[in-house]
């Protein structure tokens, strides 16, 4: 039989996040990511209570915007019987009390009480009224799964093993190799996208993937939380509204923030926080709940306040942008062409006017969020046309993952500089980088995947 490279993934099996044997996860997301994740429905819906009840997740509730239990207005069944309020996420079963929960009345309604790490001893979820809440341990399997997370976060700069086989492989059969990583790539993906939609539906999984390529590296969970905590169908709903909710939610809105601005932003800016200033009773988070950027390395172009702007600009045309999610060419056209009065002439809220205009989105974003989120979907069902589109991308900057893949892979073979022409065979190199480079503590030399590629 032929190997191809979902043949060899199984047949090494790479990656482990978990310890074998163990109980515990190594390098979990902080708390905060981990209730994101959670409520994108990447963790799954079906689990069992500590105690062996069978639960299913039906509605993973709301943002809860105060202080209390993370998530409110959520439904679950245990053993069948169905129970909605608030639910309660953290990292272990200890931190019921340690954050003080189980004194707290605001937390005498939760119905379920989720976990990561297995507790090392017997461990009660009990409220200040003394009613034990039930508790789910999520299994490390769908951790896994959904974080899909590295052991290392980079593999040394030089020449793998998987050099030598793949030097005498041809141009032919190094693309079959690649093509195979690349459609790997866009079905882990895709599990991710379609974990979302199950749980919010198609509008709200557009939301979010798009605020995330809005956020980039530095503030991509912020972004997903703003667009989790101010889901796309509310948000539309507010009409010329929707951009000082957006600013407002975010934390950038205060009653002085038009002194500094420019002489010809105040009136504008001032505007902006007088709209926030008559619905933040209903959107505002409390002090617990604010949401963090990261400011420092950020080039102006790239600053959130900007990403939040174009953000608000696509939602003010959502049915637009949602019918031209499958188009990626007339997409790509379309975000380029878009336009602010405000924006596209600042950086910043209280930045000078600039003398040029200035692009809401780049090409660059709008690549990756077209590779990264939205075709891989349509490939992974099957669309011939989603592939043939997707495989026409052309190559962005190649960055040092990149760089360190291709050179570990391809050395100075002659022709290795078509391996780096298109987007996809990025993509490519990511994959196999992820499921082999960044596994394998022994800089390869136990790494089983150039043994599996002399028999591709």
């Not at 290392?152 to 793998?160: C, E, Q, R, V, W």
């Not at 405000?342 to 990756?368: E, M, N, P, V």
Request: hydrophobic share 40%.
């Amino acid at each position: 039989m032929e190997e191809t490279y979902a043949s060899i993934l199984d047949s090494v099996r790479p990656l482990n996040l978990l310890r074998e044997g163990s109980t515990s996860v190594c390098d979990l997301p902080d708390e905060l990511e981990l209730q994101a994740i959670w409520f994108n429905g990447q963790f799954g819906r079906s689990f069992t209570t500590v105690c062996g009840r069978k639960v299913e997740v039906r509605q993973f509730g709301f943002w809860n915007r105060s202080a209390g239990p993370d998530f409110i207005h959520a439904a679950v069944t245990i053993d069948g019987e169905i129970f909605k309020g608030p639910l309660e996420i953290d990292t272990r079963s200890s931190d019921w009390e340690q954050h003080g929960h189980d004194v707290n009345p605001a937390f005498n309604d939760t119905i379920l009480h989720v976990i990561f790490e297995s507790p090392e001893r017997e461990h009660y979820t009990r409220t200040s009224d003394h009613r034990e809440v039930p508790k789910v341990v999520v299994p490390l399997t769908c951790i896994q799964a959904a974080l899909q997370s590295p052991l290392s976060a980079i593999a040394p700069m030089h020449l793998g093993r998987c050099y030598k086989p793949l030097e005498h492989l041809s141009v032919a059969r190094v693309n079959d190799l690649l093509e195979q990583a690349a459609r790997h790539r866009c079905k882990m993906k895709a599990t991710r996208h379609r974990a979302i939609l199950e749980s919010h539906g198609i509008d709200q999984a557009l939301w979010v993937v798009l605020a995330e390529t809005m956020g980039y590296r530095p503030n991509r969970l912020a972004m997903m939380l703003l667009a989790q905590r101010l889901p796309i169908t509310a948000l539309r709903q507010e009409g010329e509204r929707m951009m000082a909710l957006c600013f407002g939610l975010g934390g950038f809105l205060h009653p002085e923030v038009h002194q500094r601005a420019a002489d010809d932003s105040r009136q504008w800016l001032e505007a902006l926080w007088e709209t926030w200033w008559q619905d933040r009773l209903k959107f505002e988070l409390d002090e617990v709940r604010e949401i963090n950027w990261v400011l420092h390395g950020i080039r102006p172009v790239n600053h959130p306040q900007r990403r939040l702007a174009a953000l608000a600009v696509i939602a003010s045309q959502w049915p637009t942008y949602r019918n031209l999610c499958t188009q990626p060419k007339a997409l790509t056209e379309w975000l380029l062409a878009l336009e602010d009065p405000f924006w596209s002439r600042h950086y910043t809220l209280t930045s000078k006017q600039s003398a040029k205009r200035l692009a809401l989105l780049g090409k660059d974003r709008i690549t990756d969020l077209i590779i990264n989120h939205l075709l891989p979907l349509q490939v992974t069902d099957g669309d011939q046309g989603a592939w043939e589109s997707y495989q026409s991308f052309t190559a962005p900057a190649i960055n040092e993952k990149v760089m360190r893949a291709h050179y570990r892979l391809f050395g100075d073979r002659g022709d290795a500089k078509q391996f780096l022409m298109k987007s996809w065979h990025h993509q490519a190199l990511l994959q196999i980088y992820q499921d082999f480079c960044l596994v394998d503590t022994t800089d390869c030399e136990a790494c089983a995947f150039p043994e599996q590629l002399s028999k591709f």
